[in-house]
């Protein structure tokens, strides 16, 4: 059975997102326990949000819809370095980790940005 690729999936920006995704779960893990349901669950919950922004997105009709999608993902993506900032300031985040954060999201801010671009072009 072949598996049909989905518009979403073939985005670099959710590729991206995606390894943004994952890196957030496995670097939470070493949190704090009483952080289980503060940092951990919000910077999770943005984790998982930014990719699902842009598959959500791709299914819409109109350059201008999916170009939505791609803001909202972008404002979930300034969330979570908003809250690495902030567990990095706490201790709860290593200078090493805290720094590859902010390069992947710097890597996948340019690449939503020039995505929201492309996608209001096509409107």
């Keep these: 059975m072949e598996i049909y690729e989905y518009s979403f999936e073939k985005l670099a920006a959710w590729k991206k997102a995606k390894e943004l995704a994952i890196w957030v779960y496995q670097i939470t893990k070493n949190f704090p326990t009483e ?6 669950s919000q910077m999770r919950r943005c984790g998982i949000g930014i990719p699902s922004h842009l598959a959500e997105g791709s299914g819409r009709i109109t350059g201008k819809d999916k170009a939505n999608f791609t803001s909202i993902a972008y404002s979930t993506l300034m969330e979570l370095l908003n809250q690495a900032i902030i567990s990095f300031e706490l201790g709860f985040l290593s200078k090493e980790d805290y720094l590859e954060t902010r390069r992947l999201a710097q890597t ?3 690449m939503l940005n020039n995505l929201r671009n492309s996608q209001l072009k096509n409107a």
């Design 108 to 110: 996948l801010s340019k």
């Design 35 to 40: 952080e289980k349901y503060g940092l951990v």
